[in-house]
């Protein structure tokens, strides 16, 4: 159990930051419930590993952190499951939401394999640009927050970026060519 004035520090130090955990968990998981459950998961683990936090490092960049190794581990565990791409039972009843109101089945399906293609393109990029990446596009963090988390200046968090998400929009061409365009487009405006 953690004593009075710890809970008061966490209380003090680590609880105004859950705001900004909402808008990353919902890149994350796509979905408001699981965001929230993502969220109150991750404080539960800053509370119960508290004693690990640094008081000089960033208290939203640990509380990142964290929700990004949740979500990692969340998902490497839900990827090992077997899993049956059916969008009705036998009786007829979905399975599955669509991803759009009207969405098809095909548009579900291609859906769901573009993003298998940008967590693997994410994926396949080496540690130092994967995790920038990370931070910046998933976890929404500004650059400065990256190079302090990181231990590094600021001109290397742009340059792992923009070397980073270069490799993730070739990885994403080769799959799928006819994106290339929009890709590129995107890509220059971040």
């Known amino acids: ?107 579900q399906v291609l859906s769901q394999l573009e993003g298998a293609a940008l967590l693997q393109a994410v994926r396949t990029l080496p540690e130092e640009y994967r995790r920038v990446v990370a931070m910046a596009d998933l976890q929404g963090m500004a650059y400065q927050e990256i190079a302090e988390d990181l231990a590094i200046p600021v001109g290397t968090v742009r340059s792992r970026l923009s070397r980073g998400r270069e490799r993730v929009r070739r990885s994403l061409v080769a799959w799928h060519p006819e994106t290339a365009p929009s890709l590129t487009r995107r890509t220059a405006l971040n």
């Open 1 to 107: 159990m953690k004593s009075e004035t710890q809970t008061q520090i966490f209380e003090k130090v680590i609880l105004p930051h859950e705001p900004s955990l909402y808008g990353p968990a919902m890149a994350l998981t796509r979905s408001a419930s699981d965001a929230e459950d993502l969220v109150q998961e991750t404080l539960l683990r800053a509370y119960d590993r508290f004693d690990t936090y640094r008081s000089d490092g960033s208290p939203r960049a640990w509380l990142h952190t964290i929700m990004r190794n949740l979500f990692y581990n969340m998902y490497r565990k839900k990827s090992r499951e077997p899993r049956q791409i059916s969008l009705e039972n036998a009786d007829g009843t979905a399975i599955e939401q669509p991803t759009a109101p009207n969405a098809s089945p095909e548009r």
